[in-house]
């Protein structure tokens, strides 16, 4: 439905900025937390936007392969937006870490999504 795609939307988008978020917190970034964490993120939210775009994610915003594939997205191409459009560093623990993250992230609010439907479907009406 509409308003899961929206929600999901909405999930995967404040996974990303919650990341963004406690990288400017851990390595003290400076400046507005706001305008830092939000300059922090906006790679690997286009990269999202194209991810949701590409795979159609609105058709099934919480299925695995959704998930997926707006991961991958997210750190492959928001890798590449952040080192090639916003000249900021790609080195590879960073990677690691913000693969790690956003996978756990955008993966793990789709499980908990998926549990509690299934809950409910299953519980006694």
Do not use: E, N, Q
């Not at 003290?28 to 964490?37: C, K, P, R, V």
């Not at 695995?64 to 750190?75: L, Y």
């Not at 916003?86 to 960073?94: K, Q």
């Amino acid at each position: 439905s509409r308003r899961r795609a929206v929600a999901a939307v909405a999930l995967d988008a404040v996974a990303i900025v919650v990341f963004a978020a406690l990288g400017r917190r851990t390595h003290d970034s400076g400046g507005s937390a706001i305008a830092t964490t939000l300059r922090i993120a906006a790679p690997f939210l286009l990269a999202a936007t194209v991810g949701w775009l590409v795979g159609r994610v609105w058709r099934s915003p919480f299925g695995w392969s959704a998930g997926v594939t707006v991961w991958v997205a997210t750190v492959a191409i928001g890798m590449v937006l952040r080192h090639t459009a916003f000249d900021r560093g790609t080195a590879l623990p960073f990677v690691i870490v913000a693969s790690t993250f956003t996978m756990c992230a955008l993966l793990g609010w789709r499980a908990v999504a998926r549990w509690s439907l299934a809950r409910d479907r299953s519980s006694p009406k």
